[in-house]
């Protein structure tokens, strides 16, 4: 297993990290009281203006952690062991901001049966625990302790899941590699039902929407599939891709944005 990957790209450790400023094993934010008082002290580092905002982030972070795992199963053809007793998860300062990591209690990785059949029963098997008793629990008292609804926490997985996608789509140079990255994914989309979930179908199943590029026209790029509360942090507002943009708010946008890039040039 690539540690070193895991750790920069998909923010799972095994050491603490520098400047740490708390810990909390996954387990223990199930307790409502403990949720909260994690969503308090993350909200003061992103003034949050509600503890929502921190919920929405929190989730986005998780985004990572559900990603590594795709990379463990597919990349490596291992599984991590992401259950809630397994993992802790850390506040620290990085750079300039306040990130999360999740480190790891033990480090072992299981390997994935030889054969196809045997394969596609586990990958399904450690899909479901991982989404349906690790992130659902976790998700559900987010939204418990922060009032925010829980599909709003789901919906932040898609938009972070495609987008590392493409990074590890790119990375990978055999074709055969690519097809089951590809794959894989395509499972974990399309065959684990609403119920792993908690949810009416599978939160990470959506249509992608494709828009125009804020400065360049013949780009598109992805809207994202759930509004992340930027505009609830101080000074925050809604990202150009934000689903709670109207088209006319976008163009408007468009337009500044490529009035600015002429004059810039100029």
């Known amino acids: 297993m690539d540690f070193l ?3 920069q790209k998909y923010h799972i450790r095994r050491e603490d990290p520098e400047h740490l400023i708390c810990s909390i094993p996954a387990a223990e934010l199930l307790e409502r009281p403990n949720m909260q008082q994690f969503l308090e002290l993350y909200g003061t580092r992103i ?6 905002a921190s919920a929405a982030y929190f989730s986005g972070w998780l985004g990572y952690a559900a990603f590594a795992q795709q990379y463990a199963l597919s990349f490596h053809n291992q599984a991590l062991d992401l259950s809630l007793s397994n993992f802790v998860v850390q506040l620290h300062v990085k750079e300039s901001y306040t990130a999360i990591s ?4 033990r480090e072992a990785a299981q390997p994935a ?6 394969r596609t029963a586990w990958l399904r098997r450690t899909l479901t625990e991982l989404y349906g008793t690790t992130f659902r629990p976790l998700l559900e008292a987010a ?7 829980v599909g709003q926490l789901w919906g932040q997985f898609p938009t972070k899941l495609n987008y590392l996608m493409d990074d590890l789509l790119a990375e990978a140079e055999e ?17 684990l039902n609403g119920e792993v979930f908690g949810r009416a179908k599978n939160p990470l199943d959506v249509k992608i929407r494709w828009m125009e590029d804020l400065k360049d ?7 994202k599939n759930a509004c992340c509360l930027y505009y609830r942090t101080e000074g925050g507002f809604c990202c150009y891709t934000c689903p709670r943009l109207t088209e006319e708010q976008r163009e408007e946008r468009r337009t500044q944005a490529r009035k600015t890039a002429i004059a810039q040039g100029s």
Do not use: C, W
């Not at 003034?47 to 929502?52: C, T, V």
């Not at 049966?113 to 045997?118: C, H, I, L, V």
């Not at 026209?217 to 809207?223: A, G, T």
């Open 113 to 118: 049966p030889a054969g196809e059949a045997e």
């Open 102 to 105: 999740f480190k790891l209690v």
């Open 217 to 223: 026209p013949d780009k598109r790029i992805r809207m």
């Open 175 to 191: 074709h055969e590699l690519r097809e089951r990255i590809a794959e894989d994914y395509n499972r974990l989309r399309q065959e």
């Open 143 to 149: 939204s418990e302790a922060a009032g925010i609804e």
């Open 5 to 7: 990957t895991l750790e």
């Open 47 to 52: 003034h949050a203006l509600e503890p929502a």
